[in-house]
């Protein structure tokens, strides 16, 4: 069973998203609120996947997603974003980000998402 962790400043996105995985079959690894946060808890629970959202205080998610992907180049890393931060998509994805999911969220958008990228 895939771990996932969850990185979002919004409580209420985590519980949304968390809800999602949960339900069809994927084990929350856990939840980070912020960039630095998420770079931390990645070292710590090695989760097969991480849904990181782009927008954070402290530490964005592609600096997040950069740290991340330096101590580990095999990091799955699926970024999530706002509309209209196509600039902000592809510099993730230039740094190694798999995939994007644009908020409102679809909950079978974030499901493509994750089982395309864990394959």
Do not use: H, W
Request: glycine fraction near 8%; charge should be negative.
């Amino acid at each position: 069973m895939a771990r996932i962790l969850i990185v979002d400043d919004a409580a209420f996105m985590r519980m949304m998203i968390k809800d999602v995985i949960s339900k069809n079959g994927f084990e929350v690894a856990g939840e980070a609120v912020n960039g630095m946060d998420a770079v931390d808890k990645y070292n710590e629970l090695k989760p097969d996947l991480v849904l990181m959202d782009i927008t954070m205080p402290e530490m964005d998610g592609i600096q997040a997603l950069k740290k991340i992907k330096e101590g580990d180049g095999n990091a799955k890393v699926i970024m999530c974003s706002a509309m209209g931060q196509q600039a902000m998509v592809i510099e993730a994805i230039q740094s190694g980000a798999k995939d994007f999911i644009v908020k409102p969220f679809q909950p079978e958008r974030i499901l493509e998402a994750v089982q395309k990228v864990l394959g």
